[in-house]
């Protein structure tokens, strides 16, 4: 007991200097535990590690070995998280659709004029991309090309969906402007953006993100959408 209570006694009045110095020997004896992800966090990691990995130079195609590897953990992890890996690429658009369209939303609540909704609504989608290297080529489907059938079906209904969108705000512009065939004129003008926004995401994704979506985009939007 005597021998204990100098033990603590020695601790509690050692100087700063001396148990700083005792702290790097305690954490070599003791290494910190390897924390284990909360509930949700673990999937959340996998499709944020498999967007970066999308990024890389020859990714068009990922194993999940390859995705296993990069995340230290066995393939059998993976799959504890999500039934095959086209469920990865379905929590990869999932996000890209809530996240382009919640900006849409907002862009059509918040902007009273059409003109302004569209060029606020391509700017949106392209720099969504341009933030998300990876995502890209999910939307142009580069990602997609060995995968499961029905993953670029669903990309293809969000471009749908999208120029959808542009069509409402531009049917808005051809009334105002005066249009004896505002519906017509509205489908033919959005169908040239959409096809244009594609083709930005494309150059992107295939110049290896070099060129930006967004490039002259001010530019380019007043002769199209004039």
Do not use: C, W
């Amino acid at each position: 007991m005597t021998d204990n209570n100098d033990a603590d006694t020695a601790d509690s009045t050692a100087s700063p200097d001396e148990a700083a110095a005792l702290q790097p020997v305690a954490a070599a004896v003791t290494p910190p535990a390897r924390k284990r992800p909360k509930p949700g966090e673990r999937r959340i990691q996998i499709l944020e590690t498999l967007a970066t990995m999308l990024e890389l130079p020859g990714a068009d195609r990922i194993t999940t070995a390859a995705l296993a590897a990069k995340l230290d953990v066995s393939e059998a992890a993976l799959y504890r998280h999500f039934a095959s890996k086209a469920q990865m690429f379905e929590g990869l658009i999932e996000f890209i659709e809530t996240s382009v369209f919640t900006l849409v939303n907002q862009i059509q609540e918040r902007e009273a004029q059409p003109a302004a909704q569209v060029q606020k609504m391509l700017t949106v989608l392209l720099q969504f991309a341009e933030k998300n290297p990876g995502m890209a080529r999910v939307m142009v489907g580069d990602a997609l090309v060995f995968e499961n059938e029905r993953l670029l079906t669903r990309m293809n209904a969000f471009f749908e969906r999208f120029e959808s969108q542009l069509r409402q705000s531009l049917r808005g512009r051809a009334e105002d402007a005066g249009s004896a065939t505002p519906t017509v004129d509205a489908n033919a003008q959005a169908s040239v953006l959409t096809a244009f926004a594609v083709g930005r995401l494309q150059r992107f994704a295939r110049s290896g993100f070099k060129r930006s979506p967004v490039e002259h985009l001010d530019a380019a939007l007043r002769m199209l959408a004039s």
